[in-house]
Nanobody, 120 residues
Framework: QVQLVESGGGLVQPGGSLRLSCAASGESLDHYDIAWFRQAPGKEREGLACISRGDSRTFYEDSAKGRFTISRGNAKNTVFLQMNSLKPDDTAVYYC?????????????WGQGTQVTVSS
């Protein structure tokens, strides 16, 4: 089981951008489907995006389409989530995880998460 660490969150104004990073220490993520999800206080966990192993196909939930981009870094142990046009409703703790079900939302191995706050 690979253990992941999220980083890159922070406070950003509405309309701004952030790039989140997902890293694994000493292990390539190329062999895993990697997903990003988020959880806001009082709300259910919400899947955002997933990138498949091998061919790096990408999948997005409606809340992320057109604004978020998931990608793999040149270093094989990193996956990014580029978030643009951020809204206050995007405020949440963001997590990355391996997806054990082929990008169908069976998450495993997520870390402590990174807080994203969108506010003026």
């Amino acid at each position: 089981q690979v253990q992941l660490v999220e980083s890159g969150g922070g406070l950003v104004q509405p309309g701004g951008s952030l790039r989140l990073s997902c890293a694994a220490s000493g292990e390539s993520l190329d062999h895993y489907d990697i997903a990003w999800f988020r959880q806001a206080p009082g709300k259910e966990r919400e899947g955002l995006a997933c990138i498949s192993r091998g061919d790096s196909r990408t999948f997005y939930e409606d809340s992320a389409k057109g604004r978020f981009t998931i990608s793999r870094g040149n270093a094989k142990n990193t996956v990014f989530l580029q978030m643009n046009s951020l809204k206050p409703d995007d405020t949440a703790v963001y997590y990355c995880a391996t997806d054990l079900a082929g990008c169908r939302g069976e998450y495993d191995g997520w870390g402590q998460g990174t807080q994203v706050t969108v506010s003026s």
